[in-house]
T-cell receptor, first 113, second 113 residues
Framework: KNQVEQSPQSLIILEGKNCTLQ??????????LRWYKQDTGRGPVSLTI?????NTKSNGRYTATLDADTKQSSLHITASQLSDSASYIC????????????FGAGTTVTVRA | KAGVTQTPRYLIKTRGQQVTLSCSPI?????VSWYQQTPGQGLQFLFE???????NKGNFPGRFSGRQFSNSRSEMNVSTLELGDSALYLC????????????FGPGTRLTVT
């Protein structure tokens, strides 16, 4: 079973609307959690990095939250734009000697005009 | 500062052949990681190199190998290609692991026929 589960698998929203993506993980011990944006045919680009002591981190219209107690994170996109159409991947890094990365399957967001 | 570069960007090979992919990290970065991305499996970790030494390895068969040179450039080799090896191969570089940011290259799209 994957240690990082993302939901929904995909979603369609209208330009200007907000949306929230979910990431649940079971990785333990935990070092940090990252959200990446991946445009079609491109490599992922980091949006946020959060340690277990951080609850919220923003990057422009992207806001990530983390609840280390419940092992849940969310990524909120505010006032969506057509350029937000992409896959959003949640990555959890374990706190061990090898800092193992566990990847979620991603959420595909499509923004329609 | 130049980003991570990968060559070639696209590659078509025949089953049974072997292939070598190249990755040039951001200047000063000593850690280089390789990932395989497929629609069905998502992002999967192949291996990580740091200062010419393989520091971490994912669950891939021995047909997948890599190396890192003294200038931190890295190569990945896949021998005896199988149809299932068709994927986007991503390289990422960072100063080190843990909390350090990972920067991804654009990837090499490998198609095995």
């Amino acid at each position: 079973k994957n240690q990082v589960e993302q939901s929904p698998q995909s979603l369609i929203i209208l330009e200007g609307k907000n949306c929230t993506l979910q990431c649940n993980y079971t990785v333990s011990p935990f070092s940090n959690l990252r959200w990446y944006k991946q445009d079609t045919g491109r490599g992922p680009v980091s949006l946020t990095i959060m340690t277990f002591s951080e609850n919220t981190k923003s990057n422009g219209r992207y806001t990530a939250t983390l609840d280390a107690d419940t092992k849940q994170s969310s990524l909120h996109i505010t006032a969506s734009q057509l350029s937000d159409s992409a896959s959003y991947i949640c990555v959890v890094i374990g706190r061990s000697n090898d800092y193992k990365l566990s990847f979620g399957a991603g959420t595909t967001v499509t923004v329609r005009a | 500062k130049a980003g991570v570069t990968q060559t070639p960007r696209y590659l078509i090979k025949t089953r049974g052949q072997q292939v070598t992919l190249s990755c040039s990290p951001i200047s000063g970065h000593r850690s280089v990681s390789w990932y395989q991305q497929t629609p069905g499996q998502g992002l999967q970790f192949l291996f990580e190199y740091f200062s010419e030494t393989q520091r971490n390895k994912g669950n891939f068969p021995g047909r997948f190998s890599g190396r890192q040179f003294s200038n931190s450039r890295s190569e990945m080799n896949v021998s005896t290609l199988e149809l299932g090896d068709s994927a986007l191969y991503l390289c990422a570089s960072s100063l080190d692991r843990g909390l350090y940011e990972q920067y991804f290259g654009p990837g090499t799209r490998l198609t095995v026929t």
